[in-house]
């Protein structure tokens, strides 16, 4: 088995479970800071399946949407922390 | 020698990728949760971004994936600590098993001021938890 086959058929599998497991957890989320975080831990692992797919293809341009990807998730993360404070706060 | 490398480092990743997702469905509290992803996620995030920076084996792909590995190293915390404080601030309860609330009392909760005077720590609330957890060991 040569590194693109183990790629491939082992680590993107694997990363795709995860990602499901995650969004189970996004859809059950009992508040919704639960769901802040499963989709911020959904992104992080959109991150990952990105690099993998860089290295099966060999296109390494993939990596530049990584790094949006990862800025996205930041700003995302701090604008709903931001806005459910204010929410509680006018209630 | 560097195929090695790769394999050694996607596979360490993707497990570290598996269990935070496993600990995000299983994990019984937000904030649980949200330690499981800033610890767990990022190391393996981590780990599968070196092995695409060791495969390209060029410099200017190095240096983007190092700047990759930097800002989540840097915005993880941060992130985890901004939604742990707010959802703190808007009321969701610990895991009932869980043995103490440093926070209890300690902020007002018009202003969301954060205070940690003597005072605040003797209120009648926290004693009275205090003994009963002294009384029911």
Redesign the interface.
């Known amino acids: 088995m040569n590194?693109y086959e183990?790629?491939y058929y082992?680590?993107l599998p694997?990363?795709s479970?995860?990602?499901?497991?995650?969004f189970?957890?996004f859809l059950l989320g009992p508040?919704l800071?639960?769901r802040?975080?499963?989709l911020?831990?959904l992104i992080?692992?959109g991150?990952?399946i990105i690099?993998?797919y860089?290295?099966v293809t060999n296109q390494?341009t993939f990596?530049?949407i990584?790094?949006i990807l990862?800025?996205i998730?930041?700003l995302g993360?701090?604008a709903?922390?931001?806005y459910?404070?204010k929410?509680?706060?006018n209630e | 020698m560097s195929e090695i490398l790769i394999y050694i480092l996607t596979s360490f990743g993707a497990i570290f990728i598996l269990l935070a997702g496993i600990g995000v469905l299983r994990m019984p509290d937000l904030y649980l949760r949200i330690s499981v992803t800033t610890k767990a996620a990022t190391l393996g995030i981590g780990l599968v971004l070196l092995s695409a920076g060791i495969y390209f084996n060029d410099s200017s792909i190095t240096t983007r994936v190092l700047a990759i590995i930097l800002f989540m190293f840097l915005t993880a915390p941060v992130g985890a600590h901004l939604i742990g404080r707010s959802s703190y601030f808007t009321g969701i309860q610990l895991w009932k098993k869980s043995l103490m609330d440093d926070l209890e009392g300690k902020y007002e909760k018009k202003t969301h001021v954060l205070q940690s005077d003597e005072k605040e720590v003797e209120n009648p609330i926290a004693t009275n938890k205090e003994d009963e957890i002294q009384k029911n060991p």
């Open positions: 590194l183990f790629l082992i680590i694997i990363l479970i995860s990602a499901v497991l995650v189970i957890r508040s800071s639960d802040v975080v499963a911020d831990l992080t692992i991150i990952g690099s993998i860089s290295i390494p990596l530049d990584a790094m990862a800025l998730a930041f993360t701090v709903f922390s931001y459910l404070e929410r509680k706060k």
